[in-house]
């Protein structure tokens, strides 16, 4: 299992046996939600190093339109906008204009 399965999991059994009331749950499964979006985030941004270091210029782009669905995902409009000119540098560098 991984980690924020775990952790998830954790919550929903904490949740169940201490009979916390709706607000409460609400903000547990946010705090997992935003934990799940920032793996994500994270992971993504890891894919890009990755690509950056060994793959090709097409590789870094497709990658960087990752970190970008990422943040928007993640509701991330400061990192969007960062990745979006990241990308836009890199496809050009690919030959695919943004």
Same mark, same amino acid.
């Given at each position: 299992? %991984?980690?924020? %399965? $775990? +952790? %998830? &999991?954790?919550?929903?059994?904490? +949740? &169940?046996? =201490?009979? #916390?009331?709706?607000? $409460?749950? @609400? !903000?547990?499964? @946010?705090?997992?939600?935003?934990? $799940?979006?920032? @793996?994500?985030?994270?992971?993504? $941004?890891?894919?890009?190093?990755? &690509?950056?270091?060994?793959?090709? &210029?097409?590789?870094? #782009?497709?990658?960087?339109?990752?970190?970008? *669905?990422? +943040?928007?995902? *993640?509701?991330? !409009? =400061?990192?969007?906008? !960062?990745?979006?000119? %990241?990308?836009?540098?890199? #496809? !050009?560098? *690919?030959?695919?204009?943004?």
């Amino acid at each position: 299992m %991984t980690k924020i %399965t $775990i +952790m %998830t &999991a954790a919550a929903l059994v904490a +949740m &169940a046996f =201490t009979g #916390c009331d709706s607000s $409460i749950q @609400q !903000e547990m499964v @946010q705090d997992q939600l935003n934990d $799940i979006h920032n @793996q994500v985030v994270d992971d993504a $941004i890891a894919q890009y190093n990755i &690509a950056k270091s060994g793959g090709n &210029a097409m590789d870094t #782009c497709v990658q960087a339109g990752m970190v970008k *669905a990422a +943040m928007l995902q *993640a509701k991330n !409009e =400061t990192g969007y906008k !960062e990745w979006d000119a %990241t990308e836009k540098s890199d #496809c !050009e560098a *690919a030959g695919v204009p943004r």
